[in-house]
Each structure stands twice: as C-alpha cells, then as structure tokens.
C-alpha cells in the first residue's frame, strides 16, 4: 500500500502565495508520474500541473505562469507553488501519484489520491 499525505493549504488573500506538499510513503519500488488536481465545491475535479519523473511538466491553461510544480525524487514528495492566487483558485486540492508497486512478479503500477487539503482565496 502506497500512502499520500497533502499539506500546506489554507486561507490566503487574492495576489497571495501559498506552497502545497505531499509525501508518498509506503510500498514503492518507484513513482512515475505526481501531480495535483483540484475540486472546487459544485465542479468536477480537474488537473493542475503533473510532472513525470523525468521532466517535461504540464499545467493546466488557467494556472500556467503562476503555479510551479516540482519534486524531491529523493524524498518522494511533490510539491505546488502557487503565486497570484484568485478567488477562482478557491478548491479542494488533490495530490495524485503513479506508482509501480513490488508483487511476486515483478511489479505493478497504481494511481493513488491523497485525501485533498483546502486552499481558500478570499477577495
């Protein structure tokens, strides 16, 4: 079993920064693809950045230029830096990682979640 624990939300004023983690722990043999999606209340869940283990990021359209994804491979932790937050940044923030998993033959990929943190911009 492979575990994500986000931090790092909270609430912020609009033009605020705000830096989210999350540390996968558990059984991994190793972790392809991280990234972060975000829930706002009544929308369905949609991606922010991902970042592959080796390189090229990808964010989505309304966050590019202001968030900056990363990871400490060493540490198997992720990491958000959002600058110029909105009100419509306004979400439930999801960590997501693929990880491939040691069985009796070899080794098997998963997605997993973490269980989300708040992230509030006021106006």
């Known amino acids: 079993q492979v575990q994500l624990v986000e931090s790092g939300g909270g609430l912020v004023q609009a033009g605020g920064s705000l830096t989210l983690s999350c540390v996968a722990s558990?059984?991994?043999?190793?972790?392809?693809?991280m990234g972060w999606y975000r829930q706002a209340p009544g929308k369905q869940r949609e991606l922010v950045a991902t970042m592959p283990s080796g390189g090229n990021t990808n964010y989505a359209d309304s966050v590019e230029g202001r968030f900056t994804i990363s990871r400490d491979n060493a540490k198997n932790t992720v990491y958000l830096q959002m600058n110029s937050l909105k009100p419509e940044d306004t979400a439930v923030y999801y960590c997501?990682?693929?990880?491939?998993?040691?069985?009796?033959?070899?080794?098997?990929?998963?997605?997993?979640w973490g269980q989300g943190t708040q992230v509030t911009v006021s106006s």
């Open positions: 997501n990682a693929n990880v491939d998993v040691r069985d009796l033959y070899g080794s098997r990929s998963y997605n997993y």
């Open positions: 558990g059984s991994i043999f190793r972790i392809n693809l």
